[in-house]
């Protein structure tokens, strides 16, 4: 990689902003952000808005915080243009011929550990033997949660509840496509265990959750992982986590040597 890397972030939202932002103000020495791709009008950007052609055109890497239809839409031409992406919206990679069509492209992807940690441990581990067991329990605030598909009764049954209610329960795969805002997390783990149809979800809608809570435990030949992870919800986005900007500003850092995995 030159030591002069120029980057465009594709969605400008509570992700997005932080991202383009920090990268603006230097938080990594020889990356110049050039670019930002939006499909609204972001007048208050630090660079230009530009369209995805003219971000190929003027990037190294292309940082993606703006949903799954974004990743769907241009992974495999950024990919084939020789880019490299950094994936925030991991949910949108848990179809595997996606995923193996990205893979044969030259441009390398990096998804980002978001708003969840531990994966590395977990990856490991499971490069040693196949876990027996992985679950994700994650609980968010009740408003984050309701879905365009979901019936009035439904949505409404989610929004008044006074006490923790199990919104779903179901493999990774199908948490990532019904709740594609909400539980990347749960990819990003099916990813690190490199199994998305062992990881078991559970989504509770909790109207005390002050804080988005993850625990995530796996059970397996070489060890049992429990981790708790509680994240402060984003003031402008409640189901993004505050964290997952700067878990996507590390992930660039990784892709681009400037911080090694550890330190
Ligand atoms: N990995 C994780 O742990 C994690 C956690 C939270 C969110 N996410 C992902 O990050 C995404 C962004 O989160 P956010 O809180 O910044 O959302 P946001 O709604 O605040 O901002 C999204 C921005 O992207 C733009 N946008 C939407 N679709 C686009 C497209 N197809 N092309 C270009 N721009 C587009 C929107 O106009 C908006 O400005 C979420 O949808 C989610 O998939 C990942």
């Known amino acids: 990689m030159n030591s002069h890397t120029r980057v465009s972030v594709i969605g400008y939202g509570s992700i997005g902003r932080i991202v383009a932002d920090r990268l603006f103000a230097g938080a990594l020495p020889g990356v110049e952000i050039v670019g930002i791709v939006d499909n609204g009008r972001v007048p208050n950007a630090p660079v230009p808005q530009v369209d995805l052609h003219k971000a190929l055109e003027i990037s190294d890497v292309l940082v993606e915080c703006a949903g799954q239809a974004a990743v769907f839409d241009h992974a495999e031409t950024i990919l084939g243009a020789g880019r490299d992406l950094v994936v925030s919206s991991a949910g949108a990679l848990s179809n595997p011929d996606f995923v193996s069509r990205l893979r044969a492209h030259p441009g390398r ?155």
């Open 109 to 263: 992807m990096l998804c980002t550990t978001g708003a969840v940690g531990g994966l590395d441990l977990l990856g490991a581990a499971s490069d040693a033997a196949p876990f027996d067991s992985v679950t994700v329990q994650t609980t968010k605030l009740p408003g984050s949660l309701v879905q365009h598909w979901m019936s009035e009764e439904q949505s409404a049954e989610i929004l008044v509840a006074e006490s923790a209610l199990t919104v779903f329960e179901g493999g990774a795969v199908e948490a990532a496509r019904l709740f594609p805002r909400s539980l990347n997390v749960a990819t990003a783990v099916a990813f690190a265990v490199s199994d998305r149809d062992l990881v078991q979800v559970k989504l509770i809608a909790d109207p005390a959750a002050t804080l988005t809570r993850h625990e995530v435990t796996a059970r397996g030949p070489v060890g049992n992982y429990h981790f708790t992870i509680e994240n402060l919800p984003s003031p402008e986005n409640p189901r993004t986590s505050a964290i997952v900007p700067f878990a996507v500003l590390r992930t660039l850092g990784v892709l681009l040597g400037r911080h090694g995995v550890i330190g």
